[in-house]
């Protein structure tokens, strides 16, 4: 059984992976869990891997529409946002903290030992941040990419 902070969260990654998918990356794998950390999303555009952050928020959330479990990506009006003032007050990338930046480094590095990709391999670090909007029923997708570590 999820908590419903887990199922809004698994809510923000589904409409992320049909954003990406409109947008022509192939999923490659989605949470991608080990001791060391998680990754939400592996993806592939081109030849390019990429690995995924998702970081969502629920705005304008009411007592009748706080239920995700109800609820489907495709049931949501997806926007790309370009006005970072939107996304303000929510600072959702900064809730990337340098801890879970080192876990995300080592989970990325085993990742590709694992799955027998080389080191060497180009690759980008995105956040997808996402703001849900269950009276509007409008996600804001402000897309990150090749974000630094450190």
Do not use: C, W
């Not at 690995?51 to 705005?59: G, L």
């Not at 590095?109 to 509007?136: K, P, T």
Request: hydrophobic fraction near 40%.
């Amino acid at each position: 059984m999820f908590s419903e902070k887990r199922k809004r969260g698994n809510l923000g990654e589904n409409i992320g992976v049909e954003f990406l998918l409109k947008n022509s990356y192939l999923i490659i794998e989605r949470n991608y869990l080990k001791r060391m950390g998680e990754i939400d999303i592996v993806a592939k555009k081109g030849q390019l891997l990429h690995f995924m952050e998702v970081k969502s928020a629920m705005i304008q959330v009411s007592h009748e529409t706080t239920k995700a479990e109800d609820l489907k990506a495709s049931d949501f009006n997806v926007l790309e946002e370009k006005d970072d003032s939107i996304f303000d007050p929510y600072l959702l990338e900064e809730n990337v903290s340098y801890q879970k930046r080192k876990k995300f480094a080592r989970v990325i590095r085993f990742y590709l030992s694992s799955h027998r990709i080389s080191q060497e391999v180009d690759f980008s670090i995105d956040i997808l941040a996402i703001l849900i909007d269950f009276m509007s029923m409008t996600a804001r997708i402000r897309f990150t990419e090749n974000v630094s570590l450190f």
